[in-house]
């Protein structure tokens, strides 16, 4: 069973209080949710993707971009 993120299910968090951000040059991806008022980090899964509520996606870097990645792992292809 998949754990439930900060941002998908609590009381204290409202849709919209998470934030991503990624740095082409260092390919670093980072993701925060704000609770009480405060921004704490989203931990990574193993493959080290962040979950996104808002998008029900996982964003992940995928050959040197940002990219989607369903549920099931799945490359959503962009152009």
Not at 1 to 9: F, G, N, T
Not at 13 to 27: A, E, H, L, N, P
Not at 41 to 52: F, M
Not at 56 to 61: D, F, T
Request: net charge positive.
């Amino acid at each position: 069973m998949k754990a439930l993120h900060p941002c998908q299910e609590s009381p204290s968090i409202s849709r919209g209080k998470c934030q991503f951000w990624f740095d082409r040059v260092t390919m670093e991806l980072q993701g925060f949710y704000l609770l009480d008022g405060k921004y704490q980090k989203i931990q990574p899964t193993t493959d080290g993707r962040l979950w996104s509520q808002q998008l029900e996606l996982n964003l992940g870097v995928y050959e040197g971009k940002l990219r989607f990645f369903t549920t099931e792992n799945q490359l959503i292809l962009s152009f």
